[in-house]
């Protein structure tokens, strides 16, 4: 099953008997967004509060750590996810964020049937697919089957030891400009990971913001991949990096290692910090 669902594709399959749509935008408020109006018959999902567990002090595992695979296995059943369910999320980011994250960490529990919805919710209003306003309204199973995630997950000390060595690639994902800390709207510190590349996810879009095609992902990741043996994907908080992931499983190649905890972890714990002067 492709990763992505085209827009146009969202009316016949909500129509199935184990369709789950799952909102996972995220703004200061996403559940007031939420119930002044979301894709008809979809589900509200925390990013903040359900798809990560911050901590108090945000050197413990960045800006976005992961819950336990079993608190999040509490989430679908409530959700009323099993593992039969054809679940499709969205955010209105084109899956940039919290989608993305979403159908990692389902990946993760070995769930195949699942799919980051192409355009986002605004794709989906202009090929027709009805809104709604309310709470969201799930029919709750039981608890998820699963405890630990399945998918590779890279660790800070992990990082730090193989970043720049020629068997592993690690990837930054943010803009340019904060990779070459020119800049850095959220974390503390400006600058990259010593050994880390550029491969920014606005790459992994067309001018439409739309996914390339397999085709060209392929291609490009391929052209950067070469004969490396282990990817380490990151972003400022191991949000974003998700579409990365997506976008290469989209393109038919092995989902990469993900570090959690990515920029905003590393530069809360002084570790060595890089800078690129701008070409």
């Known amino acids: 099953m492709t990763p992505i669902l085209p827009a146009d594709q969202l009316v016949n399959l909500s129509q199935t008997h184990d369709f789950v749509l799952v909102d996972a935008r995220n703004n200061p408020n996403p559940k007031n967004s939420f119930e002044r109006g979301h894709l008809k018959g979809a589900v509200f999902v925390d990013p903040n509060l359900e798809l990560a567990d911050i901590k108090i002090n945000l050197a413990d595992g960045g800006r976005h750590p992961l819950p336990k695979a079993s608190d999040f296995c509490a989430v679908l059943g409530n959700l009323g996810i099993d593992p039969t369910s054809h679940v499709v999320v969205y955010d209105d980011q084109n899956g940039a964020n919290p989608a993305a994250r979403f159908w990692w960490m389902l990946r993760a529990l070995g769930h195949k049937k699942v799919q ?24 709750p199973k039981s608890v998820y089957p699963g405890q630990n995630w399945g998918l590779p997950i890279a660790t800070m000390r992990e990082v730090e030891r193989k970043a720049g060595k020629d068997e592993t690639l690690v990837i930054d994902v943010r803009s340019p400009e904060r990779y070459r800390g020119e800049q850095e709207p959220i974390d503390l510190i400006a600058g990259h990971i010593p050994g880390a590349i550029n491969i920014p996810l606005t790459e992994n879009m067309d001018v439409n913001g739309r996914f390339l095609s397999p085709e060209k992902l392929k291609s490009k990741y391929e052209s950067v991949l070469k004969d490396t043996g282990e990817v380490i994907v990151h972003c400022g908080s191991g949000v974003s990096a998700c579409h990365t992931l997506l976008a290469m499983d989209y393109a038919g190649l092995e989902i990469p290692k993900l570090y959690v905890g990515s920029w905003s972890e590393w530069s809360r714990n002084d570790k060595p910090i890089g800078k690129t002067e701008n070409p």
């Open 116 to 139: 980051v919805l192409e355009g986002g919710m605004q794709a989906a209003i202009q090929a027709g697919f009805l809104t709604e306003m309310g709470e969201s309204n799930p029919t």
